[in-house]
């Protein structure tokens, strides 16, 4: 079935860090892929998003690419601060009949000190 | 436009008794998605409904939950005789029918405790 992998937690940095997230995904077709953030008690928010093979989703400094040869979404920032402290979630989505699902990895719980 | 609205935020049960939570999409939004979040772990795809009617529950367990979406009024997921094991946070979504992949917008999530 299909499925996402992400680069295990936690990850600890200090502000003005680079940071990689990894996250691939195993799928039959060709997923439209997500980044989202919880910050803590908080619901999901949409952080990029990317719909087909070489798209290129960034928000907020951040940037991740649909990768279709390596099956990757790694999210990327070149310069993270404290207020990026959160735990991100790449995910896959197809639509089928109407109804569209996301698979979710299972999360990394980003820590930034100041 | 207001987000997605969930109630309540935070909701405590004694095993065996009912838990109601409730979900109001975003204005304009017609699809209505659960996803259950165990501590620690990703999100878990539960239902999706349209108005009056479900129509992929294959994320649901087979006994104890139910959903609806009614024609009028919030979407309601309904889990009975609660047990501890139910203990999770509750995230509803919502998007708008265009015929493609669309985003989906989360609320803030009902935390379910179970005494």
């Known amino acids: 079935g299909d499925s996402v992998t992400q680069m295990e937690g936690p990850v600890t940095l200090s502000e003005e860090a680079f940071l990689t997230i990894n996250c691939t995904y195993t799928?039959?077709?060709?997923?439209?892929l997500f980044w989202y953030v919880q910050y803590p008690g908080e619901g999901l928010q949409l952080l990029l998003k990317?719909?087909?093979?070489?798209d290129k989703g960034s928000n907020k400094g951040f940037e991740a690419t649909y990768r279709k040869e390596t099956t990757s979404f790694h999210l990327e920032k070149g310069s993270v601060q404290v207020s990026d402290s959160a735990v991100y979630f790449c995910?896959?989505?197809?639509?089928?009949?109407?109804?569209?699902?996301?698979?979710f990895g299972q999360g990394t719980r980003l820590t930034i000190n100041p | 436009n207001a987000g997605v609205m969930q109630n309540p935020r935070h909701l405590v049960r004694r095993r065996g008794q009912e838990a109601r939570l409730r979900c109001s999409p975003m204005?304009?939004?017609?699809?209505v998605y659960w996803y259950r979040q165990l501590p620690e772990e990703g999100l878990k795809f539960m239902v999706y409904l349209q108005k009056e009617n479900i129509i992929d529950e294959s994320g649901m367990p087979k006994e104890r939950f139910s959903a609806e979406f009614p024609k009028e009024g919030p979407s309601i997921l309904r889990i009975q005789q609660v047990v501890r094991g139910d203990s999770a946070a509750y995230f509803c979504?919502?998007?708008?029918?265009?015929?493609?992949?669309?985003?989906?917008?989360f609320g803030p999530g009902t935390r379910l405790l179970v005494l």
């Open positions: 995910a896959l989505s197809f639509l089928i009949q109407g109804a569209q699902k996301l698979v």
């Open positions: 204005k304009g939004h017609s699809h």
């Open positions: 979504a919502s998007s708008p029918i265009t015929g493609f992949v669309e985003t989906q917008y």
């Open positions: 990317a719909t087909k093979a070489d």
């Open positions: 799928a039959t077709g060709y997923p439209s």
